[in-house]
């Protein structure tokens, strides 16, 4: 018989090394300690950040996602994200209706310098790459089978935009990039290939 991994807890392992309560407070709270809410903001993030030559990285709770989650102050009160709780304590309250992009597509990254405002459609913008079902390993990109050529499309305002229908992989790529380089305004990528290239 295993017992929950909290010291001093004598009770059987639910899930991920914790009984059945400290289980439900990591998840709702991001932290299985209930006396860790009542320190500030800052002196309950600070140690659960691991800081890297490149990335800064949440150790603590995540979501199913990879991103970072800290308990809300008092009590009751909801889990925040790890990064927007950096972005604030670097930079001031996030503006209403604002997201915060990662510029490094990390979602347990919690550099200051690696996040930014944005709005919905300017984050969407900043993909890293092809959804994980993409049968062509391109973003924007998949075999039309009736067509028997690559399709081209981009996601923009809420709409599919058919760019066309190409025979190489090659071209349907080069297509959907310059369409992006031309609607979008944060598809850091693609602007970093173009620089490349």
């Not at 304590?89 to 996040?115: E, T």
Request: aromatic letters at 8%; a positive charge; hydrophobic letters at 30%.
């Amino acid at each position: 018989m295993q017992f929950c991994a909290v010291e001093g807890c004598d009770d059987r392992i639910m899930a991920k090394g914790l009984c059945v309560k400290h289980y439900t407070r990591n998840i709702r709270y991001g932290t299985t300690d209930l006396l860790d809410r009542r320190r500030s903001i800052s002196e309950r993030f600070w140690p659960k950040v691991e800081k890297t030559e490149g990335c800064w990285n949440w150790t603590g709770s995540k979501d199913r996602h990879g991103y970072g989650r800290l308990a809300g102050e008092g009590k009751g009160a909801s889990p925040k994200r790890s990064h927007r709780v950096s972005f604030e304590l670097a930079n001031g309250p996030i503006p209403n209706g604002m997201d915060i992009d990662h510029i490094c597509h990390n979602p347990a990254c919690v550099k200051p310098d690696h996040l930014r405002a944005a709005t919905r459609k300017e984050n969407m913008e900043n993909r890293s790459g092809p959804q994980r079902n993409s049968t062509s390993g391109v973003l924007g990109v998949t075999w039309a089978k009736k067509a028997n050529a690559w399709k081209a499309q981009v996601a923009h305002n809420k709409k599919n935009l058919h760019i066309g229908y190409y025979s190489t992989l090659e071209e349907a790529e080069s297509a959907v990039i310059a369409k992006r380089l031309e609607l979008f305004t944060h598809n850091d990528r693609d602007r970093q290939q173009q620089r490349a290239a």
